[in-house]
């Protein structure tokens, strides 16, 4: 029996990767801060046993109790850090609150869920985080964003190489622009509907993860 989870499942990119995954684990469980759109993504995997779960990946407190219970009542053993916020614009422009919001999703809540997986796992496991282009180079008014998958980048490439060659495979997914509810409060993108679509890219992620460090979607 197997168990996948995905954060950031009730929307965009998470919601098409719980779909596209669905066909190798048991047990999908779909995790994010409305029950409503885990719901929505449930709906839609109905020969599936599906569980959703609300959790805020800023909260540490509620990433131990939540980890806990996890692994307690399924056999967990995978999961897909997706959950993830974007804000755009010259850096001079950016509220404070913007670059620690995402400074506190992207990175700090990737690192602790991922810590407290890494805790549970018991010699077997499988963690993608879904970072971006953003983390491959620099772009033009995504500073801070391009800061935060950065980070997930060195943290990514890190484990890769502490784990190698034990039973736990990491890898880091780096896709380009996709059209999802992340651009919605936004006018970094102009035209949003010329981007490519989750379902599409969650595929491909799929294909190509063949446990290679680096899924690169360009
Ligand atoms: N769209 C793009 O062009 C693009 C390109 C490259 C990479 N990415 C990355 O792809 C990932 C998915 O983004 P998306 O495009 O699918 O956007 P999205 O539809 O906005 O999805 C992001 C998901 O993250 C969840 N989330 C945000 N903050 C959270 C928190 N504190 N705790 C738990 N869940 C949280 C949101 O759900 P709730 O609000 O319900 O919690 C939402 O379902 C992100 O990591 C993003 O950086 C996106």
Known sequence: MTALVVTGAGSGLGRSLALAYSKDFAEIILLGRSTEKLLETKQLLPDKQVFTYELDIRSHAEIERLTDTLFSRHPVTALINNAGVGHFGPITDMPADQIKEMLDTNVFGTILLTQAFLKHFKGKGKIVNIISTAGLRGKVNESAYCASKFALRG???????????????LSGAYMGGMDTPFWNESNHIKDKSRLRSPDVIAEKIYSLDDGRSEIIVE
């Open 155 to 169: 943290f990514t490439e890190s484990l890769v190489k502490e784990y190698e060659g034990t039973g736990i495979v």
